[in-house]
């Protein structure tokens, strides 16, 4: 079984995603290159849905072999709609807005059709509740900004 997960987002993420290194620079007050001056669309997947994917994955048992399945939500967002929230609540970080570079991916979206028919599963986490949950987690554990 393979899994492709889509930018997965929330509580004690990865330190090099956008969202962290945002935060860490509002912290700082250092400055941060927003790429593409911020017209990127990412599938945001909240870290919850991400790991009730995988649980409910490992209790089926497939036809086929070699199945692929998308861990997404299905919903591009626009990572300015993301970074907004995070400045009404920590503050703006000083922003270099740089043109697209040549690797970068302007849109991610992927199909989780598949995965929400084989587990049955019919609920994701909204962007919005996913984000104030990241929120009031780093509000909780600031001091982890070194």
């Known amino acids: 079984?393979?899994?492709?997960?889509?930018?997965?987002?929330?509580?004690?993420?990865?330190?090099?995603m956008l969202y962290l290194k945002y935060l860490d620079a509002i912290k700082k007050r250092k400055v941060i290159d927003l790429y593409n001056f911020g017209n990127h669309y990412r599938d945001f997947t909240y870290i919850d849905d991400a790991i009730n994917a995988i649980l409910a994955l490992m209790k089926i048992n497939l036809k086929k072999k070699n199945e692929i399945f998308n861990i997404c939500s299905n919903?591009?967002?626009n990572i300015k709609i993301v970074l907004n929230k995070l400045n009404k609540e920590f503050g703006k970080p000083k922003v270099k807005k740089v043109k697209k570079q040549n690797v970068d991916v302007y849109k991610t979206h992927g199909n989780n059709l598949k995965l929400m028919k084989v587990t049955k599963i019919?609920?994701?986490?909204n962007i919005s509740d996913g984000l104030n949950n990241l929120i009031n987690w780093t509000k909780a554990n600031i001091h982890l900004f070194k």
Do not use: A, H, S
């Not at 079984?1 to 090099?16: A, H, N, S």
């Open 122 to 125: 019919l609920n994701l986490t």
């Open 1 to 16: 079984m393979g899994l492709r997960f889509f930018t997965v987002y929330g509580e004690w993420g990865r330190p090099d």
């Open 75 to 77: 919903n591009p967002i």
